[in-house]
Structure formats: structure tokens, C-alpha cells
């Protein structure tokens, strides 16, 4: 997930560069998305481990 949380990073970031705003949104949150949900996944198979 992390990965595709930075593959879409990039594409926002691209985008936003050629000056596709829409497309560079929501790309940014579908990224801040799965960065999110990563990291809680991250965080409960780590917490789930230790027990």
C-alpha cells in the first residue's frame, strides 16, 4: 500500500506540474488515502504481534 500511496504522490505531483488541478486533487487523496490505511494496517499487525 505504501507503494501505491507513492505512485499516486507522484501522479499529483506530475499533474500538478502540467497544470491538471482535478486530476492533481484527486490524486493527492487517494494518496493521503492509502498512506492512511497503510499505516493503521501497519499499527495493528505490529500491536497484534507483540501479543
Known sequence: ????AIIFAIV???????GFGGVAGLSANIAYVLLAVAVILFIVAFVSRKM
Open 1 to 4: 500500500m505504501f507503494r501505491w
Open 12 to 18: 499529483a505531483l506530475i499533474a500538478s506540474l502540467l
